[in-house]
């Protein structure tokens, strides 16, 4: 399997000074997390005995806070959401199955179930309608042999969210098909409007409404590498049975952490989404003060946005310009087949990221002449 044009693109320059490709807030240190003084006592008892291949109880009751319709028992702990999604597709897995995808999506959407076996169907969201979720169109391409509709929201890469009722209403029109709604929801805990602490999700609504989540993007723990899923517990054991096969469990330690993270972060919650919300408005009259070079669908929530160059510039000339000549990176819209986009990061610290503005403007100002 080949490296994706969003890693290599990304990986070979990652030592921009200024780097709006990435996806995420930038990322905490430990002490951020348990004050210095407090590490001793949270940590030093722990052991390195394996541990509860779901996740331990402590840290499943900490995650299920974060839903309306799950307790503990309806949390699987995982290796990041990439292995939720994995173990997810692995255990619905069945000859001839088929998934449906929305794009644009991180590529893992599809390349996962691509290399499982999977028949990958795509829907592609339009930019004319606000990249809104096309209920019609996804009910249209599914069979009794379709296994999931995966969707992201906040979406990757364009911030745009589905609501409750629309993704109510996708399950109640498949409600006739072994088919389930797999939400990836990464960025739920960063809306944009004020004193909305986290968008709701309907993960463990019904049966057939699975969650996918994550510690890692809007905390800025990446590294800690803590994701799970939401869903029934019988749906849960088949997949933890497959679990136990991969990662088979989180490492204590990073339990522990995270155990803390979620009980205790409140305060690193609250200032990324100020970050966010702020480098938000500043990206909306950047492209509305350009307007005759960019347009946007306005993210809602989450840590990026997905400009798009009029007039047909190619946005791998313009991230290569902007990288060569101002030290600044984006991410083209061919890393998500969508040519004339480019993903651009809200997580950095608001300094940085109008700096980061006032150079893309020279770019902009270089290819208007």
């Known amino acids: ?11 070979a320059r990652a030592d921009a000074r200024y780097n709006l490709g990435e996806s995420g807030i930038a990322n905490i240190r430990l002490d951020q997390i348990i004050p210095a003084e407090y590490l001793s006592d949270r940590l030093a008892h722990l052991d390195f005995e394996h541990n509860d291949t779901r996740g331990s109880r402590d840290l499943r009751e900490e995650i299920a806070r974060l839903y309306d319709h799950a307790d503990a028992d309806n949390v699987l702990v995982t290796a990041g ?11 619905r897995r069945m000859p001839g199955s088929n998934v449906v995808v929305l794009t644009p999506a991180f590529h893992n959407l599809y390349d996962l179930p691509d290399v499982l076996g999977y028949e990958v169907r795509r829907i592609a969201l339009s930019f004319e309608s606000n990249f809104s979720l096309p209920v019609d169109d996804i009910v249209s391409v599914c069979d009794s042999h379709t296994r999931a509709v995966l969707l992201t929201t906040p979406g990757n890469p364009m911030g745009t969210v589905f609501s409750s009722d629309e993704i109510l209403n996708l399950a109640d029109r498949l409600n006739s098909l072994d088919c389930d709604i797999v939400l990836d929801e990464q960025y739920r805990l960063l ?14 609504c019904s049966d057939r409404i699975v969650g996918l989540g994550s510690a890692g993007k809007c905390y800025g723990t990446v590294g800690l590498r803590v994701g799970w899923a939401v869903s029934t517990p019988a749906r849960l054991a088949s997949m933890n049975a497959i679990k136990a096969l991969t990662s088979h469990a989180v490492c204590k330690l990073n339990d522990s952490i995270c155990v803390s993270l979620l009980r205790d972060g409140r305060h690193i919650i609250a200032a990324n989404q100020a970050t966010v919300r702020t480098n938000s408005k500043a990206l909306e009259q950047f492209v509305s003060e350009n307007n005759t070079m960019l347009s ?3 993210p809602a929530a989450g840590t990026v946005a997905f400009p798009f160059l009029n007039a047909g510039l190619s946005s791998i000339d313009f991230g290569e310009k902007l990288y060569r000549d101002h030290d600044v990176l984006i991410l083209p819209g061919e890393a998500f087949d969508m040519p004339g986009f480019f993903r651009v990061r809200l997580g950095l610290p608001v300094e940085e990221f109008i700096t980061a503005l006032e150079r893309i403007q020279l770019t902009l100002d270089d290819m208007r002449t």
């Open 1 to 11: 399997m080949a490296a994706s044009f969003l890693d290599e693109w990304l990986d």
């Open 191 to 204: 809306p944009y409007e004020d004193g909305v602490e986290r968008l709701t999700s309907m993960a463990n």
């Open 81 to 91: 959401i990439t292995e939720a999604l994995l173990v997810y597709l692995m255990d």
């Open 296 to 298: 946007m669908v306005p």
